[in-house]
């Protein structure tokens, strides 16, 4: 057993970035013990998917209308189902996780206990969130190759926005996260209210315009809409203005540094309170 | 090493610490003793710099934790009052991912994680689960972890709460070891026993403020006789009974299941008690604890709650 007196003898602190680092490694770990169900997850969700609905469903429209924006079903859901993806394994890894380091476990709570601050802790959580985000989309995305829903051409426009909507989507819901006390239906809530009428109302199995206009301002807000559109114009050409796309850009951009922002302070808060 | 005036933290109108000083000094053992609600836990998230005082000066290792937090924790180990291990990372995981949060090397946390099993007695769960551990053991572990940055100053919150008694003279002998090679300790407690096992110097806190402090044996001397009668005559007797035992001890008190007698000759005012009459249906000669001056400075007794 050895113990020092002196103040210098360790490092001080540690640079915001390299703290916030310390916590994704963690974050790594934690995830590698449930690295089994990620992967099954990750791929048995996209492979059920597209032998029901895409080659299922597809088969009815192709026969009977030719396909949808002049290209192949499945080609017009890849995009939207990879987007999908990105944005539930996004929440996942938000959610969980503070969760179980503000209420279950008090994790972040340990965590403030030493040089770490709030905002790193919140920085780390979102960037391992990020690395899930980009394993997810990609094992997707290879899955929609097999599948011929995607060219191999698509790999980076398609990876890179949907995994742009999936990490700002759980910046947001990292915020929102942080500000809950009572994780009673909490998990379910956000999965049925928000998830589901989500993937439902974006326009992710037909065109939002073919939706009542009643309804397609579910679709405006939805940042699974806004990554679809990007997809789709990058992927297979869609017809989209420069400028929607940089207003679908711009949308994810601030709903991911507003929930950034937001988080990061009320972890601080909570954590020194 | 710590030093503290006019400590103030206040939720709301309610002062859950209201206007302390105090002071610990290298190499120390400090203690906190109070009942529970008495404002330790937020005095300790003070120390710890997890917690921003409402007023006063607060100054750790020289700093104030308001501006240099992260620095100060740095050189800080916490144990909390309940542990906050994860339970899904094994003992050994849950040691290296807490040095790693310090910014500490990989070479130098497997080193450090060998000596922090031996002094936790866990050299045998390495591998095991936190779950797969006895309140002891994550308890001990929860310590350990704190060490794990070869802290200047170990905060620790009700260390042996909740553990079996065999348990907490395993901990306190560690504790002891630490005291030993050097470390500062601050402790809180509610129990007068741990607070007179571990502590040089403690302050006894009520209702969020200091009510005294010295070391254990000068606070005994100080507030209560050298020993106390303990006399039971059933709780509806007993208040009857004290009313007559006027010049017998120093004092006495009367708690709701016996009667306190402090003296300087705990046998001879027994058999006093006696020769007056009165047949306690049992009776206890014992030295003054801490116990017995938080009575007496309160009024209310430590496991009052």
Request: glycine letters at 8%; hydrophobic letters at 45%; proline letters at 4%.
């Amino acid at each position: 057993m050895t113990t020092s007196t002196g103040l210098a003898s360790r490092p001080a602190r540690h640079s915001a970035w390299r703290g916030a680092l310390r916590v994704t490694e963690y974050r790594l770990r934690n995830m590698w013990k449930w690295r089994n169900s990620i992967i099954a997850f990750g791929l048995g969700n996209p492979v059920l998917f597209l032998a029901s609905v895409g080659l299922g469903v597809g088969l009815l429209v192709d026969q009977n209308s030719g396909g949808v924006d002049g290209v192949p079903y499945l080609v017009f859901l890849a995009p939207a189902l990879l987007a999908a993806a990105a944005i539930q394994s996004g929440q996942d890894e938000v959610t969980f996780p503070t969760l179980a380091g503000f209420i279950w476990q008090k994790l972040f709570f340990a965590m403030r206990a030493t040089s770490l601050t709030g905002a790193q802790i919140a920085d780390g959580v979102l960037l391992a969130a990020a690395v899930r985000v980009v394993f997810t989309t990609a094992a997707y995305w290879l899955v929609l190759l097999l599948f011929g829903a995607v060219e191999w051409t698509t790999a980076l426009p398609l990876v890179a926005t949907s995994t742009y909507a999936g990490v700002c989507w759980a910046a947001l819901m990292l915020a929102i996260s942080a500000n809950v006390t009572n994780e009673d239906g909490f998990l379910a809530f956000t999965w049925r209210l928000v998830i589901m009428p989500m993937f439902l109302f974006s326009g992710t199995f037909y065109p939002l315009s073919s939706l009542p206009l009643a309804l397609q301002w579910i679709g405006w807000i939805s940042p699974l809409w806004h990554a679809t559109q990007l997809g789709r114009w990058l992927s297979y050409g869609m017809p989209l203005e420069p400028w929607q796309a940089a207003v679908s850009v711009a949308y994810l951009l601030a709903m991911g540094v507003l929930g950034l922002v937001v988080a990061r302070r009320r972890f601080e808060r909570r954590l020194t309170a | 090493m710590i030093r503290a005036q006019s400590l103030t933290k206040v939720y709301g109108d309610f002062a859950a610490v209201d206007s302390i000083d105090f002071h610990v000094e290298q190499g120390e053992s400090f203690g906190i003793l109070g009942p529970n609600g008495a404002g330790k836990s937020t005095t300790m998230r003070m120390l710890g710099a997890t917690l921003q005082r409402t007023s006063g000066d607060l100054s750790i290792l020289g700093r104030d934790p308001s501006r240099d937090g992260p620095t100060i924790r740095a050189h800080l180990g916490v144990v909390p009052q309940q542990d906050n291990l994860d339970t899904e990372l094994t003992v050994s995981e849950n040691l290296y991912t807490y040095g790693r949060y310090f910014g500490l090397p990989r070479a130098y946390l497997h080193a450090r994680i060998d000596e922090l099993l031996a002094f936790a007695q866990l050299e045998d769960k390495r591998e095991a689960k936190v779950d797969a551990l006895s309140g002891g053991m994550k308890r001990r572990l929860t310590i350990a972890r704190g060490l794990v940055n070869e802290p200047t100053i170990l905060l620790l919150d009700e260390p042996t709460t909740g553990l079996d008694p065999q348990a907490r003279h395993v901990l306190w002998d560690r504790l002891f070891r630490l005291k030993e090679a050097g470390v500062t300790l601050v402790v809180t407690t509610h129990y007068m026993d741990e607070a007179e096992q571990l502590c040089d110097r403690l302050v006894v806190m009520d209702a969020g403020r200091i009510v005294a402090e010295g070391s254990p044996l000068g606070l005994i001397r100080e507030h209560s006789s050298r020993e106390v009668v303990e006399v039971r005559f059933g709780s509806d007797r007993n208040a009857e009974v004290a009313g007559q035992l006027d010049g017998i001890g120093e004092r006495r008190e009367v708690l709701p299941d016996r009667i306190l007698v402090y003296t300087d000759a705990g046998e001879a005012d027994l058999q006093a008690i006696v020769a007056r009459g009165f047949m306690p249906m049992t009776s206890l000669v014992r030295r003054a604890s801490l116990e017995d001056v938080f009575l007496r400075l309160t009024g209310r007794s430590l496991a009052d709650e």
